[in-house]
Every structure is written in C-alpha cells, then in structure tokens.
C-alpha cells in the first residue's frame, strides 16, 4: 500500500476523456436529480398517494430488467461512446416532454420510463469505457472521482430543484434540467477513446447473443466477491430505502414544504459527496470487505433514526450519514467489479451489476410506497432500516470471501 505522500488524488482528471466523461456525467445526473424531485412532487400534489410515488420505482425498473443484459451485450459488441450518445438523445426526448407539456401523471411516467430506457444503456456503456480513458494505475482514483461527481450532482440537483419548486414552480425545474441534458450530449460528442476503446474483438459478433449473456451472468455469478457485494447492496437497499417517502416526510411530519423537500433529497449525498472526497484522498481500505459490512450497516440504523425522528435537524443528519455509507459501500463494490472483470466481459458484467443497483434502488421505492400505504410512513421506513441491519447480519456470517476480502 502507498504511502499518503505518494498519493495523487488527482491523477484521472489529467485525462482529457475521463474529463469529458465525468462532466457529461455530472451535469446529466444533476439533471435527472432535479427531475426526480420536481416530478415526485408534481405527483404528491397532484394525487396525495404513496401508491403513486412507489409506482415510480416500477416504471423505471421495468427497461432495466428488460434490457439490463441486451445493453451489457451491445456495450461489449459495438462503439461504446456512441452508445452513450444515444442514450443522451432519449433523456434529450424526456425532457423536452416535460419541458414542452403540462406534467400530467402519465406524461410524467413516460418521461421517467424514457430516461430509465437510456440509464440501462448508457450507464452500462459508462461504466464498460471507463477503465480505457485512463492509465490502469489510476482505475480506483477515477472510480472516486465518478462517485464524487456523482454525488455532487445528486446533492445540487435536488437542493436546486426545492429552491426552484418554492419560487417559480416545477416548469422551471424541467427547463433547466433539458438544458443540461444538452449540454450533456456535447461533453460526450468530444470523446475520443483510444482506438482499442472503440472497436470490440470481432469473434463476439459470432458468438450467439444468448450464449454471450451467459457468459456475462456466469462471470458474476462465480465469482467469490463480486456476487456477495452487489448481492448485500441489492437487498439491503431494498428494505432500506426512504428516498420514495420524502414527500410526505417533508409535508406532513417534518412540515418543510418544498424547499425542506429539495435539502432532505439533497441531504444523502452531501454526507456522499463529502466520503467521496475523502476517500480520493486516502489509501485504499486494507479490509474493504469488513468495511462494505461496516457501511451498509451504517446505513440501515440511520435510516431507522431518520424514521423515527421528528426534528428536521436530526433527519437532516441521518440522512447525510445514510449518504456517507452507502458512498463507501458503492466505491468498494465498484473498485471490486472493475478491477475483477476482463476488459472483453465489461459491458456484460457492468450490465449485471447495474440490473442489481437499479433492482434495488427502484424495487425499494415500490417496497416503500406500497408498504406506507398499508401500514403507515413511520412503520415503512423504520421496518426497512431493521430489515438492512438483519441482511447484514446474515452476509457477515455466511460469507466469509467478504469477511477475508483484503486489498492487495
């Protein structure tokens, strides 16, 4: 392990595409996020129903279970930047729906199933070019990097959002969030890969596309880290997400309004954005697998303090701290899949582990919709954190591959 003055927490964003791919990430995931509150509040004003906010988690699940491991194929298979740019053009579609059109809940539901239509793509080919943008020593350094501007999307675009919901209204929030869809789009026009990023080894193209989708859930499915890891986060997200919630947790028990609910989405990734940073700047984790435990339990009881709490301040906090774990727990398990998979397997592998994270973060907001409905908001939330804190408990104990998981 190197020493802290042998670090160089800035060695990926020397690269010119891994530049320009991070801000083409940036400021689309800043849209999205922005999108994401202004349309849950849209829909909670319009129908007051937990149902209907749970039911956003369905129709974004449902193109990345149907297209999760297609996409894995095509992002082994053909130009992986063009992929990218692709899939920006029907966010770009999304959005301008939005922009365009008053936000009915079903114009709503067919910009979001639009957007998760491009996110199965374009996050596959992301994550597949991504180690070729950069030198391989610089691999974990830029997958900080990703998550950190992942995180500093997720916590302007929501605080953006509150403030523009509070003022002028949600038309506003769509507007800006078209504008940096397209600006988006040009960060990723600019790409220019090496050649061996661009073309795809010709014996896949004859290979049958259900034999190289096994091919791709066979690699995951054998091998010793990288099934428990995205496992844990698959199932311990499940129950344990309140995002879904916030609405109501922002009007009727914390009585923020619209700006409390753009701070409380914000909330998750200041505490992210802020291990993000940290984690950039120090050495790797000797024992990340005791770590990713550490973490997701972390996440599981402040999200049971947040459930129970009715201080805005101290939900505010927990929120920020449910950030901060899962941040640690998604730089470990993505360092694990990328340094784990061989560059022909990439998009098929990053297809599998996407179909997990999406399972999980879309899955949990049905989960908590529908459960809120039947047996309170409270109970939801707080039954979920114990549920992550219970999984936990079990990998610990029966997977000992993560329990001796040391970085070499």
């Given at each position: 392990?190197?020493?802290?003055?042998?670090?160089?927490?800035?060695?990926?964003?020397?690269?010119?595409?891994?530049?320009?791919?991070?801000?083409?990430?940036?400021?689309?995931?800043?849209?999205?996020?922005?999108?994401?509150?202004?349309?849950?509040?849209?829909?909670?004003?319009?129908?007051?129903?937990?149902?209907?906010?749970?039911?956003?988690?369905?129709?974004?699940?449902?193109?990345?279970?149907?297209?999760?491991?297609?996409?894995?194929?095509?992002?082994?298979?053909?130009?992986?930047?063009?992929?990218?740019?692709?899939?920006?053009?029907?966010?770009?579609?999304?959005?301008?729906?939005?922009?365009?059109?008053?936000?009915?809940?079903?114009?709503?539901?067919?910009?979001?199933?639009?957007?998760?239509?491009?996110?199965?793509?374009?996050?596959?080919?992301?994550?597949?070019?991504?180690?070729?943008?950069?030198?391989?020593?610089?691999?974990?350094?830029?997958?900080?990097?990703?998550?950190?501007?992942?995180?500093?999307?997720?916590?302007?675009?929501?605080?953006?959002?509150?403030?523009?919901?509070?003022?002028?209204?949600?038309?506003?929030?769509?507007?800006?969030?078209?504008?940096?869809?397209?600006?988006?789009?040009?960060?990723?026009?600019?790409?220019?890969?090496?050649?061996?990023?661009?073309?795809?080894?010709?014996?896949?193209?004859?290979?049958?596309?259900?034999?190289?989708?096994?091919?791709?859930?066979?690699?995951?499915?054998?091998?010793?880290?990288?099934?428990?890891?995205?496992?844990?986060?698959?199932?311990?997200?499940?129950?344990?997400?309140?995002?879904?919630?916030?609405?109501?947790?922002?009007?009727?028990?914390?009585?923020?309004?619209?700006?409390?609910?753009?701070?409380?989405?914000?909330?998750?990734?200041?505490?992210?954005?802020?291990?993000?940073?940290?984690?950039?700047?120090?050495?790797?984790?000797?024992?990340?697998?005791?770590?990713?435990?550490?973490?997701?339990?972390?996440?599981?009881?402040?999200?049971?303090?947040?459930?129970?709490?009715?201080?805005?301040?101290?939900?505010?906090?927990?929120?920020?701290?449910?950030?901060?774990?899962?941040?640690?727990?998604?730089?470990?398990?993505?360092?694990?899949?990328?340094?784990?998979?061989?560059?022909?397997?990439?998009?098929?592998?990053?297809?599998?582990?996407?179909?997990f994270i999406s399972s999980s973060n879309q899955l949990g907001a049905v989960e908590s919709g529908w459960t809120a409905a039947w047996f309170g908001t409270v109970t939801s939330v707080v039954a979920g954190g114990l549920a992550t804190l219970a999984i936990v408990a079990g990998f610990a104990a029966r997977s000992s591959a993560l329990r001796k998981w040391r970085q070499r």
């Open positions: 392990m190197r020493e802290f003055g042998e670090l160089d927490a800035y060695a990926a964003l020397r690269s010119r595409n891994y530049g320009l791919l991070l801000s083409g990430h940036l400021l689309s995931h800043l849209g999205l996020q922005m999108l994401s509150v202004a349309v849950s509040w849209d829909l909670y004003q319009q129908t007051k129903s937990p149902i209907v906010l749970g039911n956003v988690g369905f129709v974004q699940i449902a193109p990345a279970l149907l297209l999760g491991l297609h996409a894995g194929h095509i992002a082994d298979r053909y130009d992986r930047r063009r992929i990218i740019i692709f899939a920006q053009a029907l966010v770009l579609l999304g959005s301008a729906l939005l922009a365009a059109a008053s936000p009915s809940v079903i114009l709503i539901y067919s910009a979001l199933f639009l957007a998760a239509v491009a996110r199965a793509f374009q996050w596959t080919a992301r994550a597949a070019i991504l180690p070729s943008l950069v030198p391989s020593e610089s691999l974990h350094n830029a997958v900080a990097w990703y998550s950190s501007a992942t995180e500093l999307g997720s916590v302007s675009g929501p605080a953006l959002a509150g403030l523009l919901l509070a003022s002028v209204g949600s038309k506003a929030a769509y507007v800006l969030q078209l504008g940096c869809a397209v600006v988006s789009m040009a960060c990723y026009s600019l790409i220019r890969p090496p050649v061996s990023a661009e073309r795809k080894d010709p014996p896949l193209a004859a290979v049958p596309m259900t034999r190289a989708l096994r091919e791709g859930l066979g690699f995951v499915w054998k091998d010793p880290l990288i099934l428990p890891a995205i496992s844990l986060d698959l199932f311990a997200v499940l129950f344990g997400g309140a995002t879904a919630l916030l609405p109501i947790y922002a009007t009727e028990i914390l009585h923020a309004g619209a700006r409390g609910l753009g701070w409380l989405r914000a909330a998750p990734s200041i505490g992210a954005i802020s291990m993000a940073f940290l984690t950039a700047h120090l050495p790797s984790v000797r024992r990340p697998g005791r770590a990713l435990l550490w973490a997701v339990a972390g996440y599981g009881t402040a999200t049971v303090v947040f459930g129970v709490s009715r201080s805005l301040w101290l939900s505010f906090a927990m929120l920020v701290l449910v950030g901060a774990c899962d941040n640690m727990s998604v730089v470990l398990r993505n360092s694990v899949v990328q340094t784990r998979t061989p560059d022909e397997l990439r998009g098929r592998v990053s297809s599998v582990h996407g179909m």
